[in-house]
């Protein structure tokens, strides 16, 4: 059943591609944290994908120029206009129930997605090298040039849900001229929605599209794209390891490095926030503090610490969410009844150990484990994290975090494991893993054919 697209209802997320909502039999039902169905979403199957994407490689091509157009007024539309059916401040509401997320992490998205759309030309020109050209037709490719190149034209993304965040990354492909299509989670598809509505309805019908699925059209999906950005946990990581054409946005693990200089209140200070400024739910959400000097007298400032945070900056779970934290944890977490759901108090593990296995554990909620900081045993710790934070500025502990080439993200100071910027790589920039440098060059006489006045 095909319908034109903006005619969704409230509570129903159908397929969207090329201009046109899919509605399908099989559908599932979106729940919020009590239990109550508040939306139903289609389940594509693989071959509406298949058409899809073969679809979509044939549709008509825009300029970057007017790419770039088109998703600032998306940009408009996403923050302040009715979306899908859905208000801002609906959407907003959508998100915290179903997710448990605090109010002011969904209205920061809300504006940090819509800032991310209206900067891209500046965001895409930040990962491309300084000696490269967008175009053949710049001057410099009649001296020789390097051509910034795609190398494909269908990207897939296989979204999480554990926060809206993530949905400001991927429209990056579409800035660099990629047709992409976007499986939502089940657990928060609403954000997926609204950004591809948003672009389709600013004039970008043919290169983005809503897709649904179950596992049969993610293996689909990533089988037929170009390239892939998937994420997830371990299991994800496993699957993908060694797929040459997907990234994987696995684990975070991020860290925070408290040096025997630092002052142990204000570090206390910043792994709170880290732990909670995204409801902990965040690959970026530290989840382990190494400490050179006393853990345990930090593991006390840090409780006090998270004492004086204001009860609305915790997150929010089902009561099955919490029973499957406390098995994970293999004891009871504190988690408070309320008619919006669970909210669920931060959790500080300390073990004696700098390499204790639980250094590595990484939980949907403001949960870290404290460990003894000593270089050698720490160092192999530190290895593969998204984002570290160094609270010191004694350099014998920043330089060898540096030479790690694994750590994604370094941060000196008073930085939380939390902080992002558009310009930024988060774990590198997504145009590495999307775009090429080929040598081009174009002979003057040759730039323009005069004879048949026709331009190259």
């Given at each position: 059943?095909?319908?034109?697209?903006?005619s969704?209802?409230?509570?129903?997320?159908e397929a969207?591609a090329?201009?046109?909502?899919?509605?399908?039999r099989?559908?599932v039902?979106?729940?919020d944290?009590?239990?109550?169905?508040?939306?139903?979403?289609?389940?594509a199957?693989?071959v509406y994908i298949h058409?899809?994407?073969?679809?979509m490689?044939?549709?008509?091509?825009?300029?970057?120029?007017?790419?770039?157009?088109?998703m600032?007024?998306?940009?408009?539309?996403?923050?302040?206009?009715?979306?899908?059916?859905?208000s801002?401040?609906?959407?907003?509401?959508?998100?915290?129930?179903?997710?448990g997320?605090?109010a002011?992490?969904?209205?920061n998205?809300?504006?940090?997605?819509?800032?991310?759309?209206?900067?891209?030309?500046?965001?895409?020109?930040?990962?491309?090298?300084?000696g490269?050209?967008?175009?053949?037709?710049?001057?410099?490719?009649?001296?020789?040039c390097?051509?910034?190149s795609?190398?494909?034209?269908?990207?897939?993304v296989l979204?999480?849900?554990?926060?809206?965040?993530?949905?400001?990354?991927?429209?990056?492909?579409?800035?660099?001229?990629?047709?992409?299509?976007?499986r939502p989670?089940?657990?928060?598809?609403?954000?997926a929605?609204?950004?591809?509505?948003?672009?389709?309805?600013a004039g970008?019908?043919?290169?983005?599209?809503?897709?649904?699925?179950d596992?049969?059209?993610?293996?689909?999906?990533?089988a037929?794209a170009?390239?892939?950005?998937a994420?997830?946990g371990?299991?994800?990581?496993?699957?993908?390891r060694?797929?040459?054409?997907?990234?994987?946005?696995?684990p975070g693990?991020?860290k925070?490095?408290?040096?025997?200089?630092?002052?142990?209140?204000e570090a206390?200070a910043?792994?709170?926030?880290?732990?909670?400024d995204?409801?902990?739910a965040?690959?970026?959400?530290a989840s382990?503090?190494l400490?050179e000097?006393?853990?345990?007298?930090f593991?006390?400032?840090?409780?006090?610490?998270l004492?004086?945070?204001?009860?609305?900056?915790?997150?929010?779970a089902?009561?099955?969410?919490v029973?499957?934290?406390?098995?994970?944890?293999?004891s009871?977490?504190e988690?408070?009844?309320?008619?919006?759901g669970?909210?669920?108090?931060?959790?500080?593990?300390?073990?004696?150990?700098?390499?204790?296995p639980?250094?590595?554990?990484?939980?949907?909620?403001p949960?870290?484990?404290?460990?003894?900081y000593q270089?050698?045993?720490?160092a192999?710790?530190?290895?593969g994290?998204?984002?570290?934070?160094?609270?010191?500025?004694?350099?014998?502990l920043?330089?060898?975090?540096?030479?790690?080439?694994s750590?994604?993200?370094?941060?000196?100071g008073?930085?939380?494991?939390?902080?992002?910027?558009?310009?930024?790589p988060?774990?590198?920039?997504?145009s590495?893993?999307?775009?090429?440098?080929?040598?081009?060059?174009v002979?003057?006489?040759?730039?323009?054919?005069?004879?048949?006045?026709?331009t190259?």
């Open positions: 059943m095909n319908s034109s697209v903006g969704a209802a409230v509570g129903r997320i969207v090329l201009g046109r909502e899919y509605a399908t099989r559908r039902a979106i729940h944290l009590l239990g109550a169905s508040v939306a139903e979403m289609a389940v199957p693989p058409s899809t994407i073969g679809a490689r044939e549709a008509p091509a825009l300029s970057l120029a007017e790419i770039h157009a088109a600032a007024r998306a940009a408009n539309s996403f923050q302040y206009h009715i979306v899908a059916g859905l801002p401040d609906a959407y907003c509401q959508r998100v915290r129930h179903t997710t997320l605090p002011a992490v969904t209205q998205a809300l504006a940090a997605i819509a800032q991310a759309l209206r900067e891209m030309p500046q965001i895409i020109d930040a990962g491309r090298p300084q490269a050209c967008w175009s053949r037709h710049d001057a410099q490719a009649q001296a020789g390097s051509l910034f795609r190398k494909g034209d269908i990207f897939a979204a999480a849900g554990n926060g809206p965040g993530i949905h400001a990354l991927w429209p990056q492909a579409v800035a660099l001229g990629y047709r992409a299509l976007v989670s089940t657990r928060e598809p609403f954000t929605q609204r950004v591809v509505c948003a672009m389709a309805q970008l019908a043919h290169y983005v599209a809503l897709v649904p699925t596992y049969r059209g993610a293996d689909e999906l990533v037929s170009d390239l892939t950005l994420y997830g371990q299991d994800i990581v496993d699957k993908y060694l797929h040459p054409r997907v990234r994987v946005q696995g693990r991020a925070i490095v408290v040096g025997a200089d630092a002052c142990l209140d206390a910043l792994v709170a926030r880290s732990m909670t995204l409801g902990g965040a690959c970026v959400s382990a503090v400490v000097g006393d853990a345990h007298d593991c006390r400032r840090l409780r006090l610490a004492q004086r945070l204001p009860p609305e900056t915790l997150p929010r089902s009561r099955q969410t029973d499957w934290l406390g098995s994970a944890l293999a009871p977490i988690a408070d009844s309320t008619p919006e669970y909210v669920l108090h931060p959790l500080i593990t300390e073990v004696t150990e700098p390499d204790d639980r250094v590595q554990r990484e939980l949907p909620f949960c870290v484990t404290v460990a003894p270089a050698m045993r720490s192999p710790m530190l290895s994290s998204l984002a570290v934070t160094v609270f010191s500025r004694q350099s014998r920043l330089v060898p975090i540096l030479a790690d080439a750590i994604s993200n370094i941060y000196v008073d930085i939380p494991t939390t902080w992002m910027a558009p310009s930024v988060h774990d590198a920039y997504l590495d893993f999307l775009m090429c440098n080929r040598g081009f060059r002979a003057p006489s040759w730039a323009e054919n005069k004879t048949k006045g026709e190259l």
